[in-house]
C-alpha cells in the first residue's frame, strides 16, 4: 500500500471537514439578517444561502485558491504541514463555534498555515508576500464594509423619508433576499477557494499536480472545486444556529431596511477581495456591516458582545498558529508515540465535536428568539410617524418664523 497516497486522501478529507466547518460557521454571514428580520423562515434560510455558496462553482476561478496555495512555499510543504495547518482551523471553528463567536475561517487555515510552516522550516518557509496580501483584505475588508454599510443605511434612510416608508416595507425585504443571495454567492466563491488552495498546496507538495508553465498559478484539477464546493454548501445547510443568533439578535437590532444595508457592505466587499485574489474574511465583512447598519439606523450596537467578537479576531491567526506549530511537533515524535498522541488528540477532539453538534441549537430555538412580524412592524411605524411629528413640528416652526418677519416687516 503506498502510505503516502493513503495520507494524502486522509488529509484531502480532513481539507473537505474543514469546508463544512467554514460552511457553518459563516452561515450567519447572509442568513443572520434575513432571519432576524423574518425575511426567510429560519428553516428555509440556510437551504436559500447554500443554493448560492454552490452556484459561485460554475462562475468564479481560482485567484484566491493560488494565493492560499503558495503560502508556504512548496519545498517546505507536505502531509504533516497540512495536516497541522487543518487540525488547527477546525479546533479553532469549533471552539468559536461553541462559544458563539463569529470568527474568521480565513484567519484560522492562514494562522494554521503560518504556524505549520514556522514549525517545519522556520521564517524561510513562509511566502510572506503571500501572507501580506491576505493581512491587507482581512483588515481591510472590515472598514471597507462598515463604511458602505453606513453609507448604504444613509441612503436607505433617506429613501424612506422621500417616499414615506416603513423600515419593514417589501421593498427592503426583497432587497435583503437579492443581497443576501449576493453575500452568499461571495462567500462561497471566496471560502471554497481557500480549501481549495489548501488540497492544491498538498498535491504540489506531494507531486499530484504542478505550477503553470507561467509558474504564477497551480494547476488544480477540477474535481477539487466541486468537492470544496460541495462541502461548503453541504456546511451551509447545517445552519450553526449560534452564530446566526449572535450575528441576526445580539450585535444590533436589525429590520429590513438595515438589513438590507448591511448585506449591501458586506456583498460589496467581499466580492471587490475577490476579484483581487484576496482571501478576506467574509466573517468580519459581514459582522462589520451589520454594526454599521446598526449605528446608521441610529439604533447602535450592544458593544460588550463586539468587544468579544473583536477579541476573537485578535486572537485567530496566533491561536490557530499556536495549535498547529505544537500539533507539527507532534507529528515528528517518536513513530509509536507520535501515533499515540496525534491519534489519542484527534479521538477526544472528534468526540468533543460530535457531542457538542448533538446539543446545540437549532433553527426554532432562534426563530422564537425573533421579534414577531407585528412587533417589527410597529417599532418601524412608531419611527415614521416619529418623523412625521418632526417633521410638522419643523413646518410649523418655519411658518410661525415666517409670520413673525412678516409681522416685523409691517410694523416697522
Known sequence: MDVLLVSVIALIALALVFDFTNGFHDAANSV?????????????????????NFAAYFIIGTAVANTVAKTVKPEYGGVAVVFAALFAAVAWNYVTWYLGLPSSSSHAIIGGLVGAGLAAGGVAAISWDAVTKAVIGIVASPAVAFSIALIAMYLVAGAQR???????????????????????????????????????????????????????????????????????????????????????????????????????????????????????????????SIVGAGLGSKRGAHWNVVGRMVLAWVLTIPSAASVAWLMFHLTRLPTVLAWITVGATLIAFAAWAGW?????????????????????????????????????????????????????????
Do not use: C
Open 162 to 288: 422621500l417616499f414615506r416608508m416603513r423600515d419593514e416595507h417589501p421593498v427592503f425585504k426583497g432587497l435583503q433576499l437579492v443581497s443576501a443571495g449576493a453575500v452568499s454567492f461571495g462567500h462561497g466563491a471566496n471560502d471554497a477557494q481557500k480549501t481549495m488552495g489548501v488540497i492544491a498546496a498538498l498535491l504540489l507538495a506531494t507531486g499530484h499536480t504542478q505550477m503553470s508553465a507561467d509558474g504564477k498559478t497551480v494547476e488544480l484539477p477540477e474535481w477539487v472545486a466541486l468537492s470544496a464546493y460541495s462541502a461548503i454548501a453541504l456546511g451551509t445547510l447545517w445552519g450553526g444556529w449560534k452564530i446566526i443568533e449572535t450575528m441576526g439578535l445580539k450585535i444590533t437590532t436589525l429590520h429590513a431596511n438595515s438589513g438590507a444595508a448591511a448585506n449591501i457592505g458586506a456583498s460589496a466587499a467581499i466580492f471587490g477581495a475577490t476579484a483581487a485574489g484576496m482571501p478576506i474574511s467574509t466573517t468580519h465583512a459581514a459582522a462589520s
Open 356 to 412: 457538542a453538534m448533538m446539543h446545540t441549537i437549532h433553527s426554532d430555538d432562534v426563530e422564537a428568539e425573533v421579534p414577531s412580524e407585528e412587533e417589527l412592524d410597529r417599532d418601524g411605524l412608531l419611527e415614521l410617524l416619529d418623523l412625521r411629528d418632526s417633521e410638522r413640528a419643523d413646518e410649523t416652526a418655519t411658518d410661525d418664523a415666517t409670520t413673525a418677519a412678516a409681522d416685523r416687516t409691517t410694523s416697522s
Open 32 to 52: 443572520a439578517t434575513v432571519v432576524a428580520t423574518r425575511a426567510l423562515p429560519a428553516k428555509w434560510a440556510p437551504a436559500f444561502s447554500a443554493f448560492f
